[in-house]
């Protein structure tokens, strides 16, 4: 496989109502024996900083799926899924809890709404099958 990344800075982030925001896309991949695997998340361009949120959800996403490579002889793509939704969630919780004053939920809850917002989609090739997780506010 060619694997090729590209996102182009949409016009509200250059003109419009977005102006200043930048452009909020994360792709990630990695290779191995065991599977092909694909990250690319798109920030929430109204909040100003969800380019954070797109950046460490790839990255996260990448380790999360990296890590179980080695079962998926015996995961089905369903199982696999569902643990790396757990997996996301549960991680991007750890990443924005650090950024609370005060470690409540209403505060995680305005944390993540400033900076963890974004749409990810995940795709993930093994010799037996592959799979597809997306996850966000997006239409996929």
Known sequence: FTIVGHSETG????????RGNGNQDCFGRRESSDGIILAVADGCGEKPDSATGSRAAVRIALNCCESQLPNVGRLSPDEFCRILEKELLSRIKAAALPLTKTGTDDELIRVLDVSYLFTILVGLVTPTW???????????
């Open 11 to 18: 016009r509200d982030h250059l003109f419009g109502d977005q």
């Open 130 to 140: 592959s799979a597809i997780f997306a996850c966000g506010d997006g239409i996929y």
